[in-house]
């Protein structure tokens, strides 16, 4: 294979994270940058961002990452994406936004909902008629607040002189696409996201009988392509704003749901991983659509047009780790985890905080002996959903120390993700050996304590932060050829690191998963006598 290079914009929630990488016999990263922007929360439950920021962090970390890689704009190829999912950009012909770009955090549209999906008899919050009308359709139902069609109606409806101006509805990466490109578009991941996509076989088009029933235009509606299509070629302004050439290829990319497993390497039949970053969720590449509702699970459809992502979700994974450096580590005279300070001694050659809690919990028995953590911080939604349910330390003693309540922190995540794999398995078969991604598998003792809990092999890739980049690279390689299909990723993307887990370790654990799992349960009624 001949080398080429590609250039990726991860567009998150806060910055973006804006990689080169050298396409040869594996996904290489040369360079990056990153630059940060602003989440508006507004007091109505509102939360926006402005697209012009966005644009301006990738003109800003473009010039960067390619000085990094020692690459020039014209070696590039190739650009995609690997972006949040389920923002509303509405734009006007032009292509610039007509208002602030709604955030999949939106919760601002509950009288939209109501109006359009929960009324009469209800099943998981949605009319039992429209729900079975949806789920024939588009396999999912928008039974949340946060589902980008009510943002749509509340614009409508609060917002008509701004509703009036809109020519299309795109998503976060799709707006950029247009910006750099006058085309408008959407992958098939970020128009199932819509919860409008046909999903019956050899469709790959919008569910009209569904727009119609909730009433979208069928003119803002843009044209879908794949992930790995050429989405258009960078315009001559857009190429003079960012440092790149005019006429390089840009390709459809995919939210960060559809390519972070492409990043781990995880796209075959089967194929499992678990990312932890802020939030944390399972996937399991599988033939078919399938919907799990009472565990809230879903199969979601993702970068591969040819099979699905069934996927469970915990909100708040690496989230838990940032609270318990937060609250525990860190302290208002220093940082303590032992009696000696951070700064003196063998706990000087760690390179973060993280690192030393790592290090620090290694040295805690599997167990924690005897604590729990459940790291429900913000509700939960697999595979029970509960807005009240909470995090807490159970079987706490006058033993306990801050050493056992942070290794329990990392044990509670990961026997929620062991939690999220029994549900998948039974709808469907996971693999043996599954692949960690995230800022979590930068942690060797975090995937130990995986593998030990789950009693499963983990494998780790190369940089495992920015495997949605790495997903958006490959997105680039099928575009340019450089491999048949998105099934061709594993053999760019080798494991670097394997875990095997310690059987006594297990067996302690079985016992503790157990116990963890019942916690919910008997707590339930507490939760809502407190948070309801």
Known sequence: MDNKYAITYDIGTTGVKTCVFELSDKVTLLGAASAGYKLYILPDGGAEQDPDEWWNAMCETTKTALKK?????????????????????????????????????????????????????????????????????????????????????????????????????????????????????????SAFGTLLYDIRDGKHDWAMPIVDMIGVKHEHLARIIKSTDKAGDLSETAAKELGLEPGTAVFGGGGDASLIGVGAGAVGLHDTHIYQGTSGWVSTVVEKSMVDTSAMIAAIVGADSNSFNYFAELETAGKCLEWVKDHLALDEIGI???????????????????????????????????????????????????????????????????????????????????????????????????????????SKVTCQILSDILGRKIETVDNPQNVGAVGAAVVVACGLGLIKDITEAKKLIPATDVFYPNKANHEKYNKYFDVYKELYNSNKKNFAALNG
């Open 336 to 442: 303590y985890l032992k009696k000696e300070h951070v700064t003196e001694g063998y706990e000087a050659q760690y390179t973060s905080l993280y690192d030393y809690m790592s290090y620090i919990i290694n040295q805690v028995p599997a167990g924690s002996n005897g604590v729990i953590f459940t790291p429900w911080l913000h509700g939960n939604r697999c595979p029970f959903e509960d807005p009240n349910a909470r995090g807490m330390f159970f079987n706490l003693s006058l033993e306990t120390g801050k050493s056992e309540l942070i290794r329990s922190v990392v044990e509670g995540v990961c026997y929620h993700l062991r939690w999220f794999l029994e549900t998948e398995e039974k709808k469907t078969k996971t693999s043996d050996a599954i692949r960690f991604v995230g800022g979590g598998a930068l």
């Open 69 to 189: 890689a020692k690459i020039k704009a014209k070696d590039i190829e190739g650009i995609s994406f690997c972006s949040q999912m389920q923002g509303l950009v509405l734009v006007d012909k032009e292509g610039k936004p007509v208002r602030r770009a709604m955030s999949y955090m939106d919760q601002r549209a509950k009288d939209e909902l109501k109006k359009g999906m929960a009324h009469g008899v209800q099943i998981a919050g949605a009319s039992v008629p429209r729900l079975l009308k949806s789920l024939y359709y588009t396999g999912a139902v928008s039974s949340s607040v946060k589902d980008p069609v009510w943002k749509y109606k509340w614009v409508e409806a609060h917002e008509p002189e701004v509703f009036a101006k809109t020519h299309k509805w795109l998503d976060v990466k799709e707006a950029l696409i247009a910006r750099m490109t006058g085309n408008f578009i959407m992958t098939s991941d």
